[in-house]
């Protein structure tokens, strides 16, 4: 039987600095994760999912705290963490081959992130059924490759910043949850699926705006490829 096999390698390299967690876990089925705080500035974060339940939220303790439940051990995702130069470089990676999480298997994550400082969120899913409350978290980017599967995502609140996101929607049904008070811009590209715009005004060639925009500080840029399925664009007070 394999020994298990946990590695958190922390290394503090001269003038340069960074720190680098590793987690290899290979019989672990489920457990926490968690990445502590440091002196970075902002966080790069890139998180790969293969398939099954998918919740991303703010909130964290530190700059990232999580719980992984699933019950097949070579699931649970590698963690790495480097600090360079302020930029704090996240990545949470399963290796996980295509539709392979169907029937009895199970997989699901619940990952928090810090509401404290900005954070370039990539989100990259395979098939999933996917949640991200990510209102409360400083994002200075966004980008979200959705794959197969329904896909939520909550981007009402009030923005003090500006940001640019791109979503490509895969096959399946997608929400996305937008401030009515922030100046929003969508440039949809739409493929055999629909869209649902309602309280946007079509500036023409699948440019729409809410009200807000060109009126506020602050405004979200939102470029979305649709595939197969429909989304719905909600304005939210």
């Avoid at 290899?24 to 970075?40: F, P, Y």
């Avoid at 392979?100 to 699901?108: C, E, I, T, V, W």
């Avoid at 949640?131 to 009402?156: K, M, P, Q, W």
């Avoid at 946007?200 to 649709?226: P, Q, R």
């Amino acid at each position: 039987m394999r020994k298990t096999l946990i590695v958190i390698c922390v290394a503090l390299l001269g003038v340069a600095g960074f720190w680098v967690y590793d987690w290899m876990k290979t019989n672990r089925v489920s457990g926490a994760l968690s990445i502590e705080k440091d002196d970075a500035k902002s966080l790069d974060v890139d998180i790969d999912f293969g398939a099954g339940n998918l919740l991303i939220e703010g909130g964290a303790t530190n700059w990232v705290d999580g719980d992984i439940d699933t019950n097949v051990k070579k699931w649970f995702p590698s963690v790495m963490y480097k600090n360079k130069r302020d930029i704090g470089h996240v990545e949470i990676e399963q290796k996980m081959k295509g539709l392979s999480a169907l029937g009895k298997k199970r997989n699901n994550w619940n990952v928090q992130l810090t509401n404290e400082i900005p954070v370039n969120l990539d989100v990259e899913m395979g098939v999933s059924d996917a949640e991200l409350n990510l209102s409360e978290i400083r994002l200075s980017h966004l980008s979200v490759d959705a794959g197969v599967g329904d896909t939520t995502i909550n981007l009402a609140g009030d923005w003090q910043e500006s940001f640019d996101a791109e979503f490509e929607l895969g096959v399946g049904d997608a929400k996305i949850h937008l401030p009515q008070e922030t100046g929003v811009k969508l440039s949809v590209s739409k493929g055999v699926g629909s869209i649902g715009t309602k309280g946007f005004i079509s500036k023409g060639e699948g440019i729409y705006v809410n009200d807000a925009y060109g009126k506020t500080d602050t405004a979200i840029h939102l470029k979305v490829d649709v595939g197969v399925g429909g989304v719905e664009f909600l304005l939210v007070e």
